[in-house]
C-alpha cells in the first residue's frame, strides 16, 4: 500500500515529464460561474483527494499509475481570453510530445481550450458531454466565453464532428432552439434501462474527447459544484457507460470540471479524484497492447 506521497501531485506521485506517458492540466479558473463561486479551488482538491486512492484498480486489474502520470504547471489567468489561449498552448504542447492529456477545471469554460487543441491533432472527432446543463447559449450575459456558452464554442471548431450530450436537464428556451435532439440524451430519458447507452455508442466518431462536467451527478451524490442539479445520473450508472465507450471507441483525451468544494467536505472531492483514475483505467484497460510497450512507445498507437 502506498501513503499519501507528496502534494500538489496527481496520486502523490512525482514524475518527470520525460518518463510520463500522461500529463494532467489544472486549470484553477473561475471568472464567470453563474450561481456558486469556487471552482478554481477544484483542482487542487482533485489532487489533493488523489493522494488517497489506492493505485490498483479492482475492475480493471491494473495500476495506471504505472503508466506515469505527470502533473503540469497550473495554467493561470485573469481572463478568458487568455485563460484559454494560454490553456490551448499547454495542452497543444504535451500532446506534440505523444501524452495523453487529462484537464482539470475550474470552470466548464476551459473546456473549449483543450477540445480544440485534441480536435485539431486527432479530428474529426466528437465530443461525448456528460453535464447536467445544455451549455448552448451564443452568449451569456453578454460573454460568449462564458461556462454556459462553451459548447456553443466547440460547435464552431471545424475538427469537431458531432457533440453528444448526456445527462441534460435544465437549460433555458434560447438554449432549446440550439438541441440537435438526434444526438441529445436528457436525463429523464436514462432511468428505465440501459438501452440509451448503446445509442450514444452509435452516435459517436472513432476518436472521443469527454468532457465530465460533475453536475451531471445527482446534487445528492455530488453537491460540490456551482450549479447542482437533482436528477442526474448515480456513480454505477456513469462509470457503466463510461466502460461501454472505451470498450467501443478510442478516448484520446478528457477533462473533468465545476468541482465547487465545500469546506471539511470531502466525499465529493475524492469522487471526482476516483473518476479520473477510473477513466483512465478503462481508457488503458481498453487499449491493453499499452501493458506491453514501453513507456517511450505508447503515444504511437
Known sequence: MQGQGQENHFLGIPTNLE???????????????????GSDKGPSAMIEASRNIELFDIETDIEASEFGIHTAKEVREETSEKMLQSTYESVKSFLKEGKFVIT??????????????HAEKYGPISVLQLDAHADLAPAYEGNPLSHASVMSRVREMENVKRIVPVGIRSMSVEENAYIQPENTFFAHDLFENDKWMDQVI?????????????????????????????GGLFWHTALKLLKKVTEKRKIIGFDVVELCPIQNFWAPDYLAAKLIYKLLSYTLER???????????????
Request: aromatic share 8%; no cysteine.
Open 19 to 37: 518518463e510520463a506517458n500522461v500529463v494532467v492540466v489544472p486549470v484553477p479558473f473561475d471568472k464567470t460561474t453563474s450561481f456558486m463561486h
Open 104 to 117: 482539470l477545471g475550474g470552470e466548464h469554460a476551459i473546456s473549449a481550450a483543450p477540445i480544440r487543441a
Open 202 to 230: 452509435d452516435r459517436l466518431t472513432d476518436n472521443v474527447y469527454i468532457t465530465f462536467d460533475l453536475d451531471v451527478f445527482d446534487s445528492s451524490l455530488m453537491p460540490s459544484t456551482g450549479t447542482p442539479e437533482p
Open 287 to 301: 487499449q491493453n497492447e499499452y501493458l506491453r510497450l514501453p513507456k517511450k512507445e505508447l503515444s504511437t498507437l
